[in-house]
Structure formats: structure tokens, C-alpha cells
């Protein structure tokens, strides 16, 4: 035997499951997707990785740091993986390949035979004393080109 069920209770479970969900087509509007390229010396940068770590302004959300893995000279946040919108501090770690082989670790924390890397990225570039900043918001360029000098004429 089916009991009837207040009209409120229907009501209360959608807006639940709509707030747990989200509608439909409707991704977070205080993202944005982020490309470019990273350069050193009018070189590209081969491999490495790009942050974008916030600066604690009230907008992002503090502690998230954004990755982006550097190749051939290109980046780009992955498909609905961007920035909220906020004040950035970026770091580069630029490399480049020495030719030579060495014991490497991969992404999943495994020792490996690999190509040698060495960095690029000057102290202005690379983690906390980066000068570089990125504001992401409504509007802004989703393309966000690096360009470095060499490490020499820092």
C-alpha cells in the first residue's frame, strides 16, 4: 500500500540533489581553462611542470595549488581542471634534457631508467620567490605565454 507523500518533502529532496549534482550544463562559472607556452632563452622549455599557487586574496581557494605538466614548450589545464578565479603567484620548473640516461622517478613514485634532466628556471621564476603572477577571472586571457631568460643573465 503506497503512502502519500507531502508535496514539501519532493521538493526538498530535488533541491538536494540538485545542489549535490548541479544542473545539467552548467559547470563552475568561476573557472577558467589556462594554455600557453614557456620559453627560456627563445627556446621552448622540453619538459617540467607549471603552478599556479594562490595568493591568499579572499578569491581562491587557499592551499590549491594548480598543475600543469610542461611539453615541448606547452601547457594547458586540463578540460574542466582550470583556475578559480583569483590572484596566482606562478613557478616554473623548467628542464631540459642533458642527453644522457639516469634513475629517474615517474609519476607513480617508481625508479626507472629515464632521460637526465637539468633545471632552467632561475630563483625569479621557480617556487615560492617567483615574481611571475596570473589573475584569473570573468573575462581575462586563457592563454598565459612564459617567457624566461637564461638562467646566466638573471
Given amino acids: 500500500m503506497l503512502e ?11 533541491c538536494a540533489l540538485l545542489l549535490l549534482f548541479g544542473l545539467p550544463g552548467c559547470g563552475d562559472q568561476r573557472r577558467m581553462d589556462l594554455h600557453g ?5 627563445n627556446m621552448p622549455v622540453e619538459t617540467g611542470e607549471v603552478r599556479f599557487v ?3 586574496d579572499g578569491l581562491g581557494p587557499a592551499g590549491s595549488t594548480y598543475r600543469a605538466a610542461i611539453v615541448d614548450g606547452q601547457y594547458q589545464t586540463g578540460p574542466g ?10 613557478e616554473v620548473d623548467g628542464r631540459r634534457k642533458t ?13 626507472v631508467v629515464g632521460d637526465e634532466t637539468i633545471c632552467i628556471s632561475s630563483e625569479r621564476y621557480a617556487g615560492a620567490t617567483s615574481l611571475l603572477r596570473f589573475e584569473a577571472a570573468r573575462g581575462a586571457a586563457s592563454r598565459f605565454d612564459i617567457v624566461m631568460p637564461p638562467l646566466s643573465s638573471d
Fill in 99 to 111: 642527453g644522457r640516461k639516469a634513475m629517474v622517478r615517474t609519476a607513480l613514485g617508481e625508479t
Fill in 54 to 56: 594562490p595568493i591568499k
Fill in 37 to 41: 607556452t614557456i620559453s627560456c632563452d
Fill in 81 to 90: 581542471y582550470g583556475l578559480s578565479y583569483g590572484s596566482y603567484r606562478v
Fill in 4 to 14: 502519500r507523500i507531502d508535496i514539501s518533502v519532493i521538493a526538498a529532496i530535488g
